[in-house]
């Protein structure tokens, strides 16, 4: 079944201020030799670069940031927390994503199955015995398959991209911020203050994010009782909150747990966003590996 989503036509507008991104951050704790440059010659996430996806992936944002409010997330979550669409393995799904690339993305063009596997074996050679950590490496983007036909065949906008809480206030750190006036929660007095619907310290488990696969393979994976640490689900969660783990913004809306799991995040990030590469991974070499770690970590069968 499709899900279907009114979706505004938009274009393009002029482009926002470059961020530049701190030379410190690219310093990783392992081995892991951090790239200059993405696939494409150009530096990871700079969506100021000329390239031929810069106008669709600003486009994209903007869509995107219209359309994300907080009756929408609702409605999302309330939707697809049913888990009735499919039921399937892990790896079953690992495979699906041959079927996908992500239009947000500028650092990448390649299958998702290509980038799972790059940031798995990237952590694997660092962290040798966080077997989790290597886990969550291959699952984590797992809830793309939103954008396939028997998962409702959601549009790009709700299903990648940066996310960020809604019920509060954008914060400016998040790329494309300027098409967030265009968002009807953007002057809703109930929504647009710092603090929103939340509170002080209420932990980010209470706070509802922008809807997209990092929120549903969330679900996923909780609802079908993973066992997986919770700094595993945090990982899963928040991956693409980078105005939290980039820019340190709503650390008011932490909770204890919430501050020890981002480290792990920070950590998980480096290799999410900079093992993009045009290195082709050996999946049967591999395959039973992560097989063992799936079979350890999860039911053999689950609700998506």
């Not at 809604?166 to 109930?190: L, M, Q, R, T």
């Not at 932990?203 to 909780?222: E, Q, R, T």
């Amino acid at each position: 079944m499709t899900i279907l989503i009114e979706q505004p036509q938009l274009g393009f507008e002029e482009e926002e201020k470059k961020i530049p991104v701190d030379e410190k951050e690219l310093v990783l704790d392992g081995g892991f030799v951090v790239p200059q440059t993405n696939s494409f010659g150009q530096t990871f996430r700079d969506y100021d670069a000329g390239g031929e996806r810069q106008p669709g992936v600003e486009n994209f944002y903007r869509i995107n940031h219209i359309s994300q409010t907080y009756e929408f997330v609702k409605r999302m979550r309330e939707e697809y927390a049913k888990l009735n669409r499919v039921e399937m393995s892990i790896w079953e799904c690992c495979e699906l994503l041959n079927n996908v690339v992500d239009e947000s993305d500028p650092d990448l063009d390649e299958p998702q199955i290509e980038h799972l596997l790059q940031t798995a074996e990237a952590i694997r050679k660092d962290y040798p015995n966080e077997d989790w950590l290597h886990l969550t490496g291959l699952i984590h983007d797992l809830g793309k398959v939103l954008l396939l036909p028997s998962f409702g065949e959601l549009p790009q906008w709700a299903v990648v991209g940066d996310t960020f809480p809604v019920g509060c206030a954008f914060d400016e750190s998040i790329v494309h911020h300027k098409y967030f006036k265009e968002n009807p929660d953007y002057n809703n007095p109930a929504f647009n203050t710092k603090y929103g619907v939340y509170s002080e310290g209420c932990g980010l488990n209470n706070v509802m994010m922008s809807w997209g696969h990092d929120d549903y393979m969330y679900l996923v994976a909780k609802e079908n009782r993973t066992t997986l640490p919770s700094a595993a689900l945090f990982i899963i969660r928040y991956h693409s909150f980078y105005a939290l783990h980039r820019s340190e913004a709503y650390k008011h809306l932490m909770n204890e747990e919430d501050i020890e799991n981002l480290k792990w995040l920070q950590i998980f990030n480096k290799y999410d966003l900079y093992s993009k590469s045009k290195v082709r991974i050996d999946v049967e070499k591999v395959k039973p590996y992560y097989l063992s770690l799936i079979e350890k970590y999860f039911p053999a069968k689950l609700k998506w």
